[in-house]
């Protein structure tokens, strides 16, 4: 063991610097929209806060895919449809303006609900089968958004749903500007506020979930699902409520988009954003709460820090050679792969996710310098 | 007539009729079989005899097509194998079917998955790691990194987890190095020795008779014998077939 991770080691272990490191990090969340505010720029924190439902969207996505290894590529799918119920309940569309508290645990319910339906027909899929059928499930819900206008006009089609109210919890309207002592809270931070608390709340439930019964049931299956059936575990029903689970955490996100965005459009929910939410969780460390927070940030933050490149160009070079625009997505690409290359198991893996992956050798020195701590 | 009806009283298992197919395709041809409680019983026959399918029905992992599964008394023929877990039902399935990513202890608790009583739960991890000392000496292993007999001990081990009053063993000698598989073997009477219910099935017809107190043999999908382990050890047809001469 190299000696800063022997450092390490002892500080994780040391009570006061856990609590010390806990403040540094509640100190940090709770300022970062002024902080960043005030150095990058409005533009940013709205960008922190995109990070936050991102970060929600992948934990949900986390047990579907990280816990109970079923390989879901059509994940957005409710997100699209949490975030079409709250537009439907609270919008000039059909002109119903339904609070938030009733909006959004509905459309968490009914994304549940599209979870199981998804879910129960593929019972006996795995891998690469799965993986085509919730595809096409994707599919098959950002299509109907985009014709359910006619005979019956539901979704307003391509044109997506406007005006959607914001998210106001009783007199506190998230859209508006409050002062509180001098301090100027504009809608963005407001909101950065409500995402920071629900994402909390969806960490906390996934760290429970993780070491729970349920969570032990997830991994028996993902690892051998005859035996997990030996074993008593009623593989249908917990795999239905894993598919559930992560699709309520994607419907309570799509709510909170709806309100925050206050425009939506079935092109929100194509394809694409299925699968840079997969990134998110495959990156950062399938399994790993921590991996999948930090893949969601880096996956929405690095893109965006990326449009930057014409003005570095300009600044070192005096001219601007590649428009900023064309090399964004091939430097995010690259990055992608030299992250999978070097980090195979994700930027976080998971103890579970390198041992899979045969891993480097330390694994088995780790095992037993971990036993030796315990029986210490 | 009444003798089959007092054997039934003291049945923990009787099977009446058992048909099973996959697809068209019936693997088990109607088959009776009556497992007393705490006796151990085994299953011999060839490859593809239907021993493995009889077992999977047994547990709950694939419904009959026909016929009538009794346990303690209760008609179980339809119900599924979480069900049959709770009633004291435990399989070890065939090719062992431990969690290989999982250490050895988490195996363990997942054997523990449908009870409810934390305290028992701690007692039988206790008792299993007495029974398997090598399990104990490699609990926060990964369970795939287990040589072969450990993993057929610790898919046991799991399955005594669940605290069955049935256990099912499919072949627990298959890929051992006989001396693994006579210190299996050893383990199994224990297990018997200690109350708890056993139908086996073996291909390693020898073994599996001289621990048995009663044996079926199975051929294409039928019983075709059925008798005290001493008398089929003897039998010359069962002798020629199955013990190698």
Redesign the interface.
């Known amino acids: 063991m190299r000696d800063w991770q022997r450092r390490w080691r002892g500080w994780k272990r040391n009570r006061q610097v856990v609590l010390g490191a806990w403040i540094v990090i509640g100190i940090v969340l709770a300022l970062l929209p002024f902080v960043t505010g005030a150095t990058l720029g409005r533009g940013w924190v709205r960008i922190i806060d995109f990070a936050l439902l991102y970060v929600m969207l992948a934990l949900g996505l986390n047990i579907v895919v990280g816990y109970a290894g079923l390989l879901d590529l059509g994940y957005i799918a409710f997100y699209a449809v949490g975030a079409y119920v709250y537009a439907l309940l609270a919008s000039p569309h059909f002109g119903l303006h339904w609070p938030v508290w009733m909006a959004l645990p509905l459309g968490a319910t009914v994304a549940a609900v599209f979870g199981v339906l998804l879910g129960s027909p593929t019972l006996r899929l795995r891998g690469d089968y799965l993986a085509i059928v919730t595809l096409g499930f994707g599919e098959i819900i950002r299509i109907f958004l985009n014709n359910l206008n006619a005979p019956f006009n539901l979704t307003n089609g391509p044109q997506g749903i406007n005006l959607i109210d914001p998210i106001r919890i009783v007199d506190l309207g998230f859209s508006e500007t409050y002062t509180v002592f001098g301090i100027s809270f504009p809608p963005t931070h407001n909101y950065y506020y409500l995402f920071l608390t629900l994402t909390l709340a969806i960490i906390f439930i996934s760290i429970r979930l993780q070491d729970s ?1 349920i969570g ?2 997830w ?2 299956i993902r ?2 699902e ?10 249908r029903n917990v795999k239905l409520l894993a598919f559930a689970m992560g699709a309520t955490f994607g419907g309570v996100s799509g709510g909170l988009f709806a309100g925050f965005q206050g425009f939506i459009s079935p092109e929100s929910f194509n394809l694409f954003e299925s699968i840079i939410v997969l990134c998110m969780v495959v990156l950062g460390g399938m399994g790993n709460i921590a991996g999948v927070i930090l893949g969601a940030v880096l996956l929405t933050t690095f893109p965006e820090a990326l449009r930057y490149l014409g003005e570095l160009q300009y600044m070192v070079f005096g001219q601007v050679f590649v428009d900023a625009a064309d090399l964004r997505m091939l430097v995010f690409g690259m990055a992608l792969v030299l992250i999978m290359i070097f980090r195979p198991a994700g930027i976080l893996p998971s103890m ?1 996710r390198r ?2 992956l045969g891993a480097d050798a330390p694994v088995a020195a780790q ?1 037993q310098a ?2 030796y701590d ?1 029986q210490r | 007539m009444s003798r089959a009806t007092s054997s039934n009283k003291q049945s923990l298992l009787s099977v009446r009729d058992l048909r099973v197919a996959y697809g068209g395709v019936v693997a088990v041809k109607g088959i009776d079989l009556e497992v007393g409680r705490g006796e151990l019983v085994c299953l011999i026959g060839a490859n593809g005899a239907g021993k493995t399918t009889t077992l999977k029905a047994l547990a709950g992992m694939l419904r009959p097509a026909g016929g009538t599964i009794r346990y303690d008394g209760h008609a179980i023929t339809r119900r599924r194998s979480y069900e049959l877990v709770s009633l004291g039902i435990a399989l070890v399935p065939e090719g062992r079917g431990i969690f290989g990513r999982l250490s050895v202890l988490e195996n363990l608790k997942l054997g523990a998955y449908v009870r409810r009583d934390t305290l028992g739960v701690s007692q039988d991890l206790d008792r299993g790691f007495e029974l398997f000392p090598r399990l104990a000496e490699r609990r926060s292993q990964i369970a795939g990194t287990l040589s072969g007999g450990e993993q057929q001990m610790l898919a046991i081990a799991r399955a005594l987890m669940s605290r069955p009053r049935l256990l099912l063993l499919d072949e627990p000698s298959m890929g051992l190095a006989p001396i693994m598989v006579q210190r299996i073997f050893g383990t199994i009477r224990r297990i018997a020795a200690e109350g708890v219910t056993l139908l086996l099935v073996e291909q390693n017809a020898r073994l599996a008779l001289e621990i048995s107190r009663r044996g079926y043999v199975m051929e294409s999908g039928r019983v075709t014998l059925a008798d005290e382990a001493a008398a089929l050890l003897a039998n010359p047809d069962v002798k020629r077939a199955y013990l190698g001469g």
């Open positions: 019964r032990r049931a991994v028996a690892e051998d005859i035996a997990a059936a030996a074993t008593g575990i009623n593989t579970r041992r899979e095992e971990s036993l315990a």
